[in-house]
T-cell receptor
């Protein structure tokens, strides 16, 4: 079973920030938070990951709360191509497993 | 360009037939994986392989078989014992079984059993 909880769907307007929440209240100290996304009928794509500190890359920002029980993925300027299912996953560095829940279906509106 | 290829993209088979899905990677990755995805659901792990000539069952291995004779290739056979084979199948690879930043996924094969 997935160790994360995400809203089933969200939407945002093109050009605006998309903020996707994830709850991982049972995360352990050595588990990372990963985000992947899956555009319709394609394979998932890695976006970003983090342990404690906030992270930013060319695709997105990841904000992890101080108690690490939740996080938010931020797409700063959403485009229509960002419409996808976003998966929040917790994983230990020593584990091969990516446990995918049902994710959040993000719809970016024109 | 480096990546993972899966073929074919769509596959149709009659019930009771075995079918083999292809997965090839040129990323020089040691670890490879097969996942199954049903509509509206997340991915579930079928089999994984840490290295050539080694593979392990994942969470839903019943009715499936794999081989890993070459580093680049990890074919999946869906046997007639698999009760609900119609699904979207995804192959992935990572540099190793542990300590990787990301798994790289192929484009998937959509299998329909008639």
């Amino acid at each position: 079973d997935a160790k994360t909880t995400q809203p089933p769907s969200m939407d945002c307007a093109e050009g605006r920030a998309a903020n996707l929440p994830c709850n991982h209240s049972t995360i352990s100290g050595n588990e990372y938070v990963y985000w992947y996304r899956q555009i319709h009928s394609q394979g998932p794509q890695y976006i970003i990951h983090g342990l404690k500190n906030n992270e930013t890359n060319e695709m997105a920002s990841l904000i992890i709360t101080e108690d690490r029980k939740s996080s938010t993925l931020i797409l700063p300027h959403a485009t229509l191509r960002d419409t996808a299912v976003y998966y929040c996953i917790v994983r230990m560095d020593s584990s091969y497993k990516l446990i995918f829940g049902s994710g959040t279906r993000l719809l970016v509106r024109p | 360009d480096g990546g993972i290829t899966q073929s074919p993209k769509y596959l149709f088979r009659k019930e009771g037939q075995n079918v083999t899905l292809s997965c090839e990677q040129n990323l020089n990755h040691d670890a490879m994986y097969w996942y199954r995805q049903d509509p509206g659901q997340g991915l579930r792990l079928i089999y994984y392989s840490q290295i050539v000539n080694d593979f392990q069952k994942g969470d839903i291995a019943e009715g499936y078989s794999v081989s890993r004779e070459k580093k680049e290739s990890f074919p999946l056979t869906v046997t007639s014992a698999q009760k609900n084979p119609t699904a979207f199948y995804l192959c992935a690879s990572s540099i190793a079984l542990e300590g990787f930043r990301e798994q790289f996924f192929g484009p998937g094969t959509r299998l329909t059993v008639l």
